[in-house]
């Protein structure tokens, strides 16, 4: 039987992991790479990387980030943020992607997710929905981080997408991201009943118990950002829960994998300190 | 060294971070004489059978495969598309020819029953069938990271060649092994400790290969 699989979202800004709640960014905490070594062992079974920085300069840091995080990353690892073009997946996947993800872009042009599905298979490219609750029991797609409302249903825009060639859905609720008080269930439950692909959920968790009702909403796969950081074996004690509790899930034990050394931390944020120099 | 079979798709790179987290030396590659110097071969991929095949032809990769895996008897490891080329015709992006190593044909997975999803994505159990150098050391019922929506079905003349089988709805063929040629539809680089094994031993295989 397929799993359930349990994903850890890290948000990267100019070189470090924020925690973000509806949608604004909150605070730094910490380096990428701490986060990664340790969920691997933690049992994590994927990641999810997106670069959420604001300043255009630091999208080449993003970029040799991502060519050091991917070499310690032994479970998949799904990477996004400004991805407009077919170049632009190219270049994750040769830095050590396996899938995409995109948001705003394929909103906008459907011909762009199309296309890449078609270049590097629909199971490469994820769509990110981020949700918002405008009605009892209605939703509607907002673009541009959040902030664009669209005037379209989500369970519309999964269908579409899922034709135009997305392998999977990356559903975000804005009202609950960041508020600790589980994903919106129905939101979820109207998603996944009307793909064929799967569903992860986002937005929410403040318990591992909001994982086990994700999974009961239909969701395939179930992530968090906020809630896996400040505490030890995170990730491996929401797989305990997830385990305990009987639903299928890859063991919840240390995996042991081999890191590579450290590379050097990079050059701008010690030289001072190194030169003495002030 | 290892040669990655680098023919314009897939997570190369991710390949390439395990099996040099193991230490192998690995050169990603689209060069015959690199091909040819190497002590195996290495097919990884995602991606959609025809466009995958039209890439191994445009570079020129079919002939010198076929020297090497077949006819020098080089030991082969095929990753997801690399185990589903082995076939003589895939279905997938319209219908082409494969590699044509194996009796079989590369179908769309049907699950029967409800609850399975098209793509095949995410960790599911495989039943070892059959004794593998590659699956040496891995525990019993191991866990592998699955992503495709097309598998291999193999003409009843080839039953024998199954090593591991998968259930979702149907049964996935999950690895394959015809002497020297070695496949997992699965992907060990990221199926975390479970898949370094299967890597290494794969590696031990080909230093073993060369000294013999």
């Known amino acids: 039987m397929l799993k359930h699989r349990l994903i850890a979202c890290l948000l990267w800004r100019d070189g470090f992991l924020i925690q973000s709640k509806n949608f604004k960014h909150t605070n730094a905490v910490g380096s990428a790479m701490t986060a990664i070594d340790f969920f691997n062992t933690w049992a994590i079974d994927e990641i999810v990387l997106i670069d959420v920085t604001r300043k255009q300069d630091n999208r080449e840091m993003f970029h040799r980030d991502l060519v050091e995080l991917s070499k310690r990353c032994f479970v998949p690892l799904t990477v996004g943020g400004w991805v407009h073009t077919i170049d632009d997946v190219r270049r994750f996947l040769t830095e050590g992607a396996d899938k995409v993800i995109v948001n705003t872009s394929a909103f906008r042009d459907h011909a762009f997710l199309s296309a890449a599905s078609k270049r590097f298979g629909n199971q490469c490219m994820v769509v990110s929905i981020d949700a918002k609750r405008i009605a009892p029991h209605r939703y509607e797609v907002c673009i541009d981080r959040g902030s664009t409302p669209t005037g379209v249903s989500p369970e519309a825009w999964a269908k579409e997408a899922e034709q135009l060639g997305a392998g999977e859905i990356f559903l975000t609720s804005i009202d609950n991201d960041g508020s600790q008080n589980g994903y919106d269930a129905e939101l979820i439950h109207l998603v996944s009943n009307t793909v064929g692909i799967p569903v992860i959920a986002s937005g929410g968790v403040g318990e591992w118990k909001h994982f086990a009702d994700g999974i009961a909403n239909g969701a395939s796969a179930v992530s968090a950002a906020n809630i896996f950081h400040y505490s030890d074996q995170s990730t491996k004690k929401a797989k305990n829960y997830l385990f305990e509790q009987g639903i299928d899930v890859r063991r919840p034990e240390f995996y042991d994998i081999p890191l590579p050394r450290r590379p050097v931390y990079r050059e701008s944020s010690v030289s001072g300190i190194m030169t003495g120099s002030v | ?212």
Not at chain 2, 38 to 58: C, D, K, S, W
Not at chain 2, 139 to 157: C, I, N, Q, R, T
Request: include cysteine.
């Open chain 2, 1 to 212: 060294m290892l040669a990655i079979v680098d023919y314009g798709m897939g997570n190369l790179k991710s390949v390439a971070n395990a099996l040099e987290g193991l230490s192998a030396e690995v050169t990603l590659t689209r060069d015959s004489s690199v091909i040819e110097q190497a002590e195996g071969i290495i097919l990884p991929g995602v991606g959609a059978f025809g466009e995958g095949m039209r890439n191994l032809h445009t570079f020129g990769l079919v002939d010198v495969l076929r020297r090497e895996v077949i006819e020098k008897k080089k030991p082969y490891l095929g990753i997801c598309l690399g185990l589903q080329f082995l076939a003589h015709t895939g279905y997938e992006d319209g219908e082409s020819r494969g590699l044509g190593w194996v009796n079989g044909t590369v179908k769309l997975i049907e699950p029967k029953g409800d609850g399975y999803k098209v793509p095949h994505m995410g960790w599911n159990n495989v039943k070892i069938l059959k004794k593998s150098e590659i699956f040496a050391g891995l525990k019993d019922d191991p866990v592998f990271y699955f992503v495709h929506s097309y598998g291999l079905e193999l003409d009843p003349s080839e039953e024998s060649i199954v090593t591991s089988v998968a259930e979702h709805g149907c049964r996935i063929i999950a690895s394959i092994q015809k002497g020297h040629i070695f496949a997992t539809q699965f992907h060990p680089e990221k199926s975390q400790s479970a898949g370094l094994m299967v890597l290494k031993n794969f590696i031990s295989y080909c230093k073993s290969h060369a000294q013999a």
